[in-house]
């Protein structure tokens, strides 16, 4: 199944409501006045696009309407596809690689949120293009949370550095760090224990692994993917803001997404807060995982319902 397909099989539910509700305000060959604008912005208002997202896009349909741009409602979905796809270039995508030695990816996000099984997914997604990939194992907090990344990392055939449940996460990291550069890994990934946004002082401890895995090697950490459950719609701005004051987010990796009403939010996280979505989660299996590619994601949004 192609990543077109699998999304639009993933986006059943927010494809339902945006197809149903857009066919029901947008007839084919009807002239653009602005009730009909207003009816849209209404609409991606209830689609969790958010309001900052929804503004800027009316006003950019509003202004093609004003100039002539767009004169019949079945010109006005293409248009905010075109529109949709500028918002993430295909550079601020790419996962970023060391130069030399390995890539350290962190990974964040609260309990929940699908963290586990979004770095199984990372793992398996980069073990099969032939890198080389050890899990840290620094969720030390939450019972049994060692002990699952344990077992997917013998099912994906990937190496471990772990200590026992309740040990210090930043000691974790060190010798996660000193394994990678010791074994000659490509990628080392850290799982982190999932923390409540409104939690500070645990979200320091992020802060701290952090500059663990700085000193250590240079240059990293070289991602930090935070996990957000797309299934809780604008809430999940409110985390990536909260995560970000504490450490240096550089991508997204948006889980659940197979599950949700809320697909619009994809649209509002970018527009709210600068930072790129760079996968997204369409199942339960490891090969559950497809980068972000915002023309597919747009298509499959806004194709008509079957």
């Keep these: 199944m192609g990543l077109f397909d699998r999304l639009i099989k ?15 305000i947008l007839p084919f060959g009807r002239r653009i006045d602005d009730a009909i604008i207003d009816q849209l912005e209404e609409t991606m208002l209830a689609d969790d696009m958010g309001p900052s997202a929804t503004a800027r896009l009316i006003g950019e349909v509003r202004a093609a309407y004003k100039s002539g741009e767009i004169t019949e409602t079945q010109e006005i979905i293409p248009f905010l596809k075109r529109r949709i796809v500028a918002y993430w270039p295909e550079p601020d995508r790419q996962l970023r690689l060391a130069e030399a030695g ?10 929940g949120s699908g963290k ?42 990937v190496q471990i550095v772990k ?24 990628v080392l990934i850290i799982d982190t224990a999932g923390r409540l946004h409104t939690q500070d002082h645990l979200m320091r401890e992020l802060n701290k692994i952090q500059r663990v895995v700085e000193k250590k090697i240079p240059g990293a950490p070289h991602e930090v993917l935070l996990v957000l459950d797309s299934t809780i719609g604008q809430n999940a701005i409110n985390q990536a803001r909260m995560f970000s004051q504490h450490v240096k987010v550089t991508g997204l990796f948006l889980a659940k997404l197979d ?23 369409l199942g339960e299996t490891p090969a559950d995982i ?7 994601f747009v298509e499959a949004l806004f194709s008509e319902s079957e």
């Excluded at 993933?10 to 029901?24: N, Y």
């Excluded at 200590?163 to 490509?186: F, L, S």
């Excluded at 497809?290 to 597919?296: A, G, K, L, N, R």
């Design 290 to 296: 497809e980068p972000f590619d915002p023309e597919s």
């Design 259 to 281: 599950g949700s009403a809320k697909g619009g939010i994809v649209i509002g996280i970018r527009d709210q807060i600068d930072i790129p979505v760079k996968f997204v989660g």
């Design 163 to 186: 200590h026992n449940q309740g040990a210090d996460p930043g000691a974790v990291a060190y010798d996660a760090c000193e394994a990678a550069v010791a074994r000659n890994a490509d």
């Design 116 to 157: 586990t099984t979004s770095v199984a997914k990372l793992c398996h997604h980069l073990a099969t293009q032939g890198r080389t990939v050890i899990l840290g194992a620094c969720d030390t907090f939450r019972a049994a949370a060692v002990a699952q990344l344990t077992e997917w990392s013998a099912r994906l055939g």
């Design 10 to 24: 993933g986006l059943t539910k927010t494809r339902e409501k945006i197809s149903r509700t857009f066919r029901s």
């Design 102 to 111: 390995p890539t350290v990816i962190l990974v964040v996000g609260i309990n």
